[in-house]
């Protein structure tokens, strides 16, 4: 353990890393995927098959594929970001079609009586989803939005292979300076994605419990 | 009176011209004729499955026709739209599974359409809410949940809750066939006292005693026809159909 007291410094930057990667992109990714599961319940059929496609697409590559397109294709296109910006652009794009399935199936399980009833006192369709169908519809999509969440905490770790230290960067780094003590820091490592995402899980439950209601 | 105003008076509520529908293969409305006139009071009745239902949903719309036109105040039912949004605000619509909006109070259920429809302030909306909600007995509820009430109760908030749009025109699809027996009369007492006060209504009903104490005229539906339609006393003393006869024989049996 002691490499671990040793080297607090560090893992506190690369747990910063993960955090801001994390934070970053779910801030980004959650409200795209909200406007994304919109546009798949649409009456406009336009806006019904760029949603389907784009998660056909996306949701249906390996994450590592988004990154390189995002890290190597985007700055052939003259985008300049840094690598930590590539990467929330590549978590971004990705998770954003996690995210809109998480909350199309919450849309789903919105009995269509509700939306009956909204449409029947004159409600136009985007004051339907606004005021009766998604509240109802992001509430039920709490528990499959966290799991969401999990995988993207989890996931920021192939940003390391694109050149930004964050926590699995810097057990790579730790490992090889302390290679007498792999395990130490490969544990350190784990302990450090399980403080994350750990809470993350039982907030839900808390989450889950205040905004109920029954039917 | 001005001709023009004449002429409004005399407009049908509600006009139904050759109307068809198709599920699949299943003809649900089979060329359906029927006009409503304003402060008229329509119940229809039929088997399950005689497209009875399915009439009263498309009169705002919740389904689409395959041939035949609509008019509400003769003017026909818009393509999806702000425009159909608009003249479904002043089609009130009472549904069998009362689809209160869940996540919101009896209060809010009420106000909802008249602030962003009408544009109607939070006070104002709230001050009409709490006076219709007393007008169908159920104010004490206001601030609960619809989860907490009863089935009765729920369908009375429903109701007032198309009332709050000012309707022109309320539709009725079987408001009373999901509720307990000793619900059913506190529903149709508060439909009972709107037929009185002049309100123009299309009833979906099994209850064949508000059909015969509040109907202006009893129209009988089998298989996507109407079969009959006549005066309530007219039909339910001697209905000309057999088929009608068959269904009220087995109906009023009990």
Redesign the interface.
């Known amino acids: 353990m002691n490499v671990f007291l040793d080297n607090i410094g560090v893992f506190r930057d690369g747990v910063l890393v993960t955090l801001a990667l994390a934070a970053a992109s779910t801030a980004v990714a959650l409200p795209l995927g909200v406007l994304l599961a919109v546009m798949r319940v649409s009456p406009v059929e336009g806006f019904r098959t760029v949603g389907t496609v784009y998660v056909g697409i996306v949701r249906n590559i390996p994450l590592t594929v988004v990154f390189f397109f995002s890290a190597f294709v985007l700055p052939q296109l003259g985008v300049r970001f840094s690598y930590f910006g590539f990467a929330v652009i590549a978590l971004v794009a990705y998770y954003a079609s996690f995210f809109c399935e998480a909350v199309r199936s919450g849309i789903n399980a919105v009995p269509v009586g509700q939306a009956e009833a909204a449409r029947s006192i004159g409600l136009p369709f985007h004051e339907c989803l606004r005021f009766v169908i998604l509240p109802q519809a992001l509430r039920s999509s709490i528990p499959p939005m966290v799991n969401v969440m999990i995988a993207l905490v989890k996931n920021t770790a192939v940003a390391s292979a694109f050149g930004v230290t964050e926590s699995l960067g810097t057990m790579e780094l730790l490992a090889n300076r302390e290679s007498t003590a792999v395990l130490s820091v490969l544990i350190a490592t784990g302990l450090v994605y399980l403080a994350i995402t750990i809470p993350l899980g039982l907030l839900t439950t808390h989450i889950e419990r205040k905004v109920a209601f029954s039917r | 009176m001005s001709e023009a105003r004449a002429q409004e008076a005399d407009t049908p509520a509600i006009v139904i011209d050759k109307v068809t529908k198709h599920y699949g293969p299943h003809r649900a409305l089979d060329d359906v004729e029927l006009s409503v006139a304003k402060g008229e009071v329509v119940v229809i009745i039929g088997p399950s499955g005689s497209g009875k239902s399915t009439l009263c949903r498309t009169i705002?719309r919740?389904e689409t026709v395959d041939s035949g036109r609509i008019l509400v105040n003769g003017q026909p039912l818009p393509a999806?739209?702000?425009e159909l949004?608009?003249?479904?605000?002043?089609?009130?619509?009472v549904?069998q599974?009362f689809?209160?909006?869940?996540?919101r109070t009896v209060l809010e259920n009420v106000t909802?359409?008249p602030m962003?429809?009408r544009g109607l302030s939070a006070k104002a909306a709230r001050r009409r809410a709490l006076e219709l909600l007393e007008r169908v007995g159920v104010h004490e509820h206001a601030y609960k949940?619809p989860?907490q009430l009863s089935g009765g109760q729920q369908q009375r908030v429903?109701i007032a809750?198309?009332l709050a749009?000012d309707p022109e025109v309320m539709l009725f699809d079987e408001p009373t066939s999901a509720l307990d027996p000793e619900m059913v009369s506190d529903v149709l007492d508060v439909m009972r006292a709107l037929a009185e006060g002049g309100m123009t209504m299309v009833v979906v009903t099994h209850e064949m005693g508000f059909a015969r104490s509040a109907a202006d005229r009893v129209v009988f539906m089998d298989g996507g026809r109407i079969v009959e339609q006549a005066e309530p006393e007219a039909f339910f003393a001697a209905p000309k159909s057999e088929r009608a006869r068959d269904f009220l024989a087995k109906v009023l049996q009990h």
């Open positions: 705002n919740l999806e739209g702000r949004a608009q003249l479904r605000a002043s089609v009130g619509m549904f599974s689809n209160l909006f869940a996540h909802l359409g962003r429809v949940m989860a429903a809750r198309a749009m």
